[in-house]
Nanobody
Framework: QVHLVESGGGLVQAGGSLRLSCAASEGTFSRYGMGWFRQAPGKEREFVAVRSWIGDRTVYADSVKGRFTISRDQVKTTVYLQMNSLKPEDTAVYYC?????????????????WGQGTQVTVSS
């Protein structure tokens, strides 16, 4: 079992920055692909970013490429999402997820563990 707890959400003006954190309880954290997804009101959950544990590769959604950075701290078993140049359309609940698929995946179906979510609101 992997228990994930997100933090760092909040209200920010457009153009601002936030850093989300996701703390994992599982000691084998290094063997999970870690992803971030988000869900805006009335919309489906969408992929944001993933960092694999095989090859340590990263993949980003086109909508956040160049503005968001996903990183992971193996010692702290924490994954981060640094969000810069935020836009009102980034407003959503952000979820951290863990996948045993080592190469990482953009599909939510590959993730077996999810955090409770953290709200990010970007005002114009």
């Amino acid at each position: 079992q992997v228990h994930l707890v997100e933090s760092g959400g909040g209200l920010v003006q457009a153009g601002g920055s936030l850093r989300l954190s996701c703390a994992a309880s599982e000691g084998t954290f290094s063997r999970y692909g870690m992803g971030w997804f988000r869900q805006a009101p009335g919309k489906e959950r969408e992929f944001v970013a993933v960092r694999s544990w095989i090859g340590d590769r990263t993949v980003y959604a086109d909508s956040v490429k160049g503005r968001f950075t996903i990183s992971r701290d193996q010692v702290k078993t924490t994954v981060y999402l640094q969000m810069n140049s935020l836009k009102p359309e980034d407003t959503a609940v952000y979820y951290c997820a863990a996948s045993s698929y080592g190469l990482g995946s953009t599909s939510s179906y590959e993730y077996g563990y999810w955090g409770q979510g953290t709200q990010v609101t970007v005002s114009s």
